[in-house]
T-cell receptor, first 115, second 116 residues
Framework: KQEVTQIPAALSVPEGENLVLNCSFT??????LQWFRQDPGKGLTSLLL?????REQTSGRLNASLDKSSGRSTLYIAASQPGDSATYLC??????????????FGQGTTLQVKP | NAGVMQNPRHLVRRRGQEARLRCSPM?????VYWYRQLPEEGLKFMVY????????ESGMPKERFSAEFPKEGPSILRIQQVVRGDSAAYFC??????????????FGAGSRLTVL
């Protein structure tokens, strides 16, 4: 059974710091991995999607890496800003579920960036 | 394009009542997913629907819960005889038909159900 774990559960950093959020999964037979952002009382926004054949994806100050063999992904946020404060969720799509939106989520890392 | 619209945003029900949550997918999206986020837990997949078809309901509780996506109108998640444990945020997401973008979900803002 696929399990997705995110560490740490919460993180507080001063503005400007670079930081890394971690995600691990137990079954390497994934179709892809996504990172989402969730703001309080709101829905999820997709940040980055990494296909199983890829090693990383970048968007602006965000960089996500994927190491399937070790079952790990990291989300790197450069030069953090108070507006980055949110909960970050990692989710995998299993190979068996094909190219669908059936995802298994981690419990998230709640990030607070202090001005 | 208004995105994925969910209503109501907040719903309060007493134990034993019924809850109906509605989801209108993004324009052009024909696939709908429902996820549930219980307090202090991650999002859990419930059901995946296409128009008039339930494709995967492996995450739906066996009793009291049902979902539909009719030919016309929004997708409905129905919870009968609600209990306090049903209190959660229910998120709907939609995606286009199968293809390269099929698993790029657009999420709604969620419906927060409170059972008294």
């Amino acid at each position: 059974k696929q399990e997705v774990t995110q560490i740490p559960a919460a993180l507080s950093v001063p503005e400007g710091e670079n930081l890394v959020l971690n995600c691990s999964f137990t079954d390497s037979a994934i179709y892809n991995l996504q990172w989402f952002r969730q703001d309080p009382g709101k829905g999820l926004t997709s940040l980055l999607l990494i296909q199983s054949s890829q090693r990383e994806q970048t968007s602006g100050r965000l960089n996500a890496s994927l190491d399937k063999s070790s079952g790990r992904s990291t989300l790197y946020i450069a030069a953090s800003q108070p507006g980055d404060s949110a909960t970050y969720l990692c989710a995998v799509s299993l190979k068996g579920s094909g190219n669908t939106g059936k995802l298994i989520f981690g419990q998230g890392t709640t990030l607070q960036v202090k001005p | 394009n208004a995105g994925v619209m969910q209503n109501p945003r907040h719903l309060v029900r007493r134990r034993g009542q019924e809850a109906r949550l509605r989801c209108s997918p993004m324009k052009g999206h024909s696939h709908v997913y429902w996820y549930r986020q219980l307090p202090e837990e991650g999002l859990k997949f419930m059901v995946y629907l296409q128009k008039e078809n339930i494709i995967d309901e492996s995450g739906m509780p066996k009793e009291r819960f049902s979902a539909e996506f009719p030919k016309e109108g929004p997708s409905i998640l129905r919870i009968q005889q609600v209990v306090r444990g049903d209190s959660a945020a229910y998120f709907c997401a939609s995606s286009p038909s199968l293809g390269p973008g099929a698993n790029v979900l657009t999420f709604g803002a969620g419906s927060r159900l409170t059972v008294l």
